[in-house]
């Protein structure tokens, strides 16, 4: 902490998400003096109003279809209905002990945390509430907002994720407007709870980020448990009359349901915050940086969703950790979106890192897959769920996408992401010995296969 108020410090954080915060850890454990702004609470969107209660509820969704399926494993179990207080309590209870446990890392690293609105007062000062806050270095992390429509607003039963996440009852029919993966989350969840759901998706298809055969495994997978979903068609309008909301599809016809989310992606918190006014370029909200996460301006950093690329909560802790180390002269490696692994966590789950066969196919002259199906995996077949792993490689060359399907996938990227990130061949993690019966062998049986050696698989 500065001496005294005209002393700089070294870094002035805009924001206490996942990158702001971040980044004000690893400066603060470096050495350096950190002042970290925010005008909520510690922690942002990541874990007040997304990754961490989402998956709360996600979890509670399928405790509910444990309750509902026990006669599938001979064991008799019964589901009776879903307590949306209950589940908040204790998606609440997830979310209150991780804060507090942030807060408390804060505390003890030294770190000024400022409570308040900030703007970006120069190139060198944030100003928060009548207050200058003078840094050597500057880092915008300001994080990204639920988007709508023109024309859709937002307010009694049609609702963002925010709302959402207090729902006090369990809809009847609900409307998702958005496959990506958001949309699909919730569409999840909801058809747990005991919903009717239908998804419109104005792309041909569902995550439509992933790989093609992820998005098929999906839609499959979603007609199997009853969830409803229209691709290719674009949304015209909604309205409110009494406990039903309408919504109109261009092209004719319409959807009724008594609520409607709004679930059509996220943007970037950069308007009124005083970036242009103190010279830094946005282009559509977003700040445009180099691959050193640095703006047009010397000594101001952008990190997280505001910096155009994939809006994970992990890519914003890789970058804020980046510009901690940049700023203290370490002279970190860039962070690549290639090689950050990406999950969504709808039933079955999905996980992916690297290239889809298609972008592969763009970028290298051939291109070699193979789709390991979950159905030779021990594992999977006693958890009861249906997918594969799919490998993309360069031929004759490295794996440099891997794509997984089914439950419990979202474990198994951390090793896929070590393939890719190593730049691994098959025959590389073919001779790893994989523990059975795992999922995680099915990474390995995958790999055996494409290395010309398959064992549980057919040639």
């Given amino acids: 902490m500065p001496a005294d108020a005209d002393t700089p410090y070294d870094v002035v954080v805009l924001g206490g998400g996942s990158g702001g915060y971040a980044c004000a850890l690893r400066a603060a454990e470096l050495g350096l003096s950190v002042a970290l702004v925010e005008k909520g609470k510690l922690g942002g969107t990541c874990l007040h109003n997304g990754c961490i209660p989402t998956k709360a509820l996600l979890h509670a969704a399928e405790v509910a279809d444990s309750a509902r399926e026990g006669s599938r494993f001979g064991v008799k179990s019964t589901f ?30 030294s770190i000024e945390f400022v409570q ?26 300001t994080g990204s907002y639920a988007k709508s429509l023109p024309g859709l607003e937002i307010g009694g039963r049609i609702m963002t994720s925010d709302q959402a996440l207090t729902i006090d009852h ?24 005991g919903s009717e759901v239908t998804i419109v998706e104005a792309l041909p298809r569902l995550v439509a980020a992933e790989d093609e055969a992820i998005s098929t495994q999906l839609q499959r997978a979603f007609r199997k448990r009853g969830i409803a979903f229209r691709t290719g068609v674009r949304f015209a309008g909604a309205r409110q009359e009494g406990d039903v909301v309408t919504v109109e599809l261009e092209g004719g016809g319409s959807v009724e ?33 180099d691959e050193r996460l640095r703006t047009n301006l010397p000594h101001v950093y952008a990190v997280g969703d505001i910096v155009p690329g994939l809006q994970l909560a992990h890519r914003g802790f890789a970058h804020g950790i980046f510009v901690a180390e940049e700023i203290a002269g370490l002279s970190p ?48 077949q006693i958890l009861q769920t249906q997918g594969f792993v799919k490998l993309v490689r360069e031929k004759d060359g490295p794996v440099v996408g891997v794509h997984m ?6 474990e198994q990227v951390g090793e896929a992401q070590l393939i890719v990130n190593w730049d691994a061949f098959p025959s590389d993690v073919a001779g790893l010995v994989h523990a059975h019966p795992t999922q995680n062998e099915a990474l390995g049986e995958a790999h055996l296969a494409l290395a010309g050696k398959p064992l549980h698989a057919h040639a």
Avoid: W
Avoid at 124 to 136: A, H, L, Q
Avoid at 272 to 289: D, F, I, M, N, S
Avoid at 405 to 410: A, C, L, Q, T, Y
């Fill in 257 to 289: 349901a008594d609520l409607l989310l709004v679930a059509v992606g996220r943007g970037p918190s950069t308007d009124g915050l005083g970036y242009e006014e103190a010279g830094v370029t946005v282009e559509r909200g977003l700040v445009p940086t």
């Fill in 333 to 380: 490696a860039p962070v690549e979106d290639r090689g950050i692994p990406r999950v969504t966590y709808c039933d079955p789950e999905i996980a992916s890192v690297g290239l889809t066969e298609t972008q592969a196919r763009e970028a290298y002259p051939e291109v070699e897959t193979y789709e390991y199906n979950l159905g030779g995996n021990g594992k999977s």
């Fill in 80 to 109: 009776e209905s879903v307590e949306m207080s209950g589940v908040h309590a204790y998606k609440d209870g997830v979310v209150g002990r991780l804060y507090k446990g942030l807060q408390g890392l804060v505390a003890s690293r």
């Fill in 405 to 410: 399907i089914g439950s419990r996938m979202s």
């Fill in 116 to 141: 308040g609105t900030g703007r970006l007062g120069g190139p060198d000062t944030v100003d928060v509430d009548g207050r200058r806050i003078t840094g050597r270095n500057v880092v915008l992390a």
């Fill in 170 to 193: 369990v809809p009847a029919r609900v409307v998702v407007l958005g496959g990506g993966v958001i949309g699909v989350e919730f569409a999840s969840v909801f058809r747990s709870f």
